[in-house]
């Protein structure tokens, strides 16, 4: 049992000033594995005064004390690599080679994608008309991140605005304590000056409002859902502060008839599936044209009756369990809902698979001949579930691809270039994958629309945690 009883603030492990004990569940067996203890605004108020004080000196590092830094964070990351994995895989229900090589190795990734863009990104330019631009951290920031993957997001966060001379409280998902626990310590061995990088475990209404509303949190960085990022927002609207938001999606994957068929619909289904489901950016609504749209199906309900259900700790490429019961009942309900707005289930349906009774599995789902008006069509349902929409023509695939109030990814399957062009710059999201090409690290990640606010990754992540001075020459005086 893992009791985490201690918030990481000032440098130092210390007991909470409020304290409400939250268990640590394993999804997959529905066991206590340990207990987190949460905090509330006295809490964030000392880390906030923490990270405000250590600001004074640390705003002021150099480049190559940051960079340093980094380096070091990194090296106890890769040392401790197995522990973050084994992690995430207990508190989320990732299967361990996923976690592995996923989830927990996106933490590395972001170690070298950030510290490279801040070694290439000047600090003082000289501007075209002559004056001088500066980059500068923009201060005290409060970093929200969700469970779906916890050290994603936590590493998108942190690491940039460590990068940038920013000082940090990150209150992570109370559900994945475990990895954001093992984050601060690596931080800790690494040298991390005190107050730098705080770490308050908290719910959203206890802490996360708290921390978005402190008058001395210049910035509030939040992933999660749509409606909480609508409350972050607004808890920051009395002091101005900035906000970036990634939230939810539901993205289509707009198959036309001239692709590899029997390539791209199984990939489509087994990214929709991947994580089981529960990412903001997974194809979760497939669009197909008409005149293949009887072997798509055909081929849909092949790959969701070929994907494998299991056990995390098992090494091997299946999907795990939802990440909660609170999860696992959003998903049957919505399932249900399917059912009696009349799709047909071309697979799974409501239930558990097999054999898989214990822990919060669900049963791989496919629904046809969906109508884009449906509430499983509109409504983000963060489990193993895919919709299959017929269009007509390109200009109607289009249409029904934007017809939805978020905007974070779409993906498109085609073998003309010239369509994919042409259609890419139409579609009204944050990033576009054709044919299975994904993007890669240093490339914005962010959405258009109800998805949110900002870019993450990359030079772009870096510059969403600073602020722009710029001044002219120095005058008569000099």
Known sequence: MKHLDKFYINGQWVAPIESTPF???????????????????????????????????????????????????????????????EAISKEMGAPITFAREQQAACGLSYVEDFMKVLADQPEEETLANGDTLLREPIGVVGLITPWNWPINQIAQ???????????????????TPLSAQL?????????????????????????????????????????????????VMKAGADTIKKVALELGGKSPNIVFADCDLETCVPASVFECFSNTGQSCNAPTRMLVERSC??????????????????????????????????????VQALIQIGIDEGA????????????????????????????????????????????????????????LANDTDYGLAAYLQTGSADRARRVTRRLRAGTVTINGAGTNYGSPFGGYKQSGIGREGGIFGLEDFQELKVHGGFGDAA
């Not at 905090?39 to 590092?61: I, M, N, R, W, Y």
């Not at 690491?159 to 940090?168: E, I, V």
């Not at 798509?296 to 999907?319: K, N, S, Y």
């Not at 496919?366 to 017929?390: C, K, S, T, W, Y």
């Open 157 to 175: 966060k942190v690491l940039p605005a460590l990068a940038t001379g920013c000082c940090a409280i990150l209150k992570p998902s109370e559900y």
């Open 23 to 85: 268990a640590i569940r394993n999804p997959a067996t529905d066991s206590v594995i340990g207990e987190v203890a949460l905090g509330g605004p006295a809490d964030v108020d000392a880390a906030v005064a923490a990270a405000k004080a250590a600001f004074e000196t640390f705003g002021l590092s150099t480049k190559a004390e940051r960079l340093a830094l980094l380096e070091r964070f990194g090296q106890v990351m890769e040392r401790r690599f197995e522990e973050l994995a």
């Open 183 to 231: 984050f601060a310590e690596f931080l800790d061995e690494a040298g991390c000056p005190p107050g730098v990088f705080n770490l308050v475990y908290g719910d959203g209404p206890g802490v996360g409002s708290a921390m978005s509303a402190h008058p001395d949190v210049d910035m509030v960085s939040f992933t999660g859902s749509t409606r909480a990022g609508k409350l």
């Open 293 to 330: 749209y009887d072997a798509v199906l055909g081929l849909a309900q092949q790959a969701a009756e070929a994907q494998q259900v299991g056990d995390p700790t098992q090494e091997g490429p299946h999907i795990g369990p939802l990440f909660d019961k609170l999860q696992y009942d959003r």
């Open 344 to 399: 047909t289930l071309l697979a799974g349906g409501l239930g558990k698979p097999a054999g898989l009774e214990q822990g919060w599995y669900a049963r791989p789902t496919i629904f046809a001949d969906v109508h884009n008006n449906m509430q499983i069509a509109r409504q983000e349902i963060f489990g193993p579930v895919l919709v299959i929409i017929p269009f007509d023509t390109e200009e109607e695939a289009i249409t």
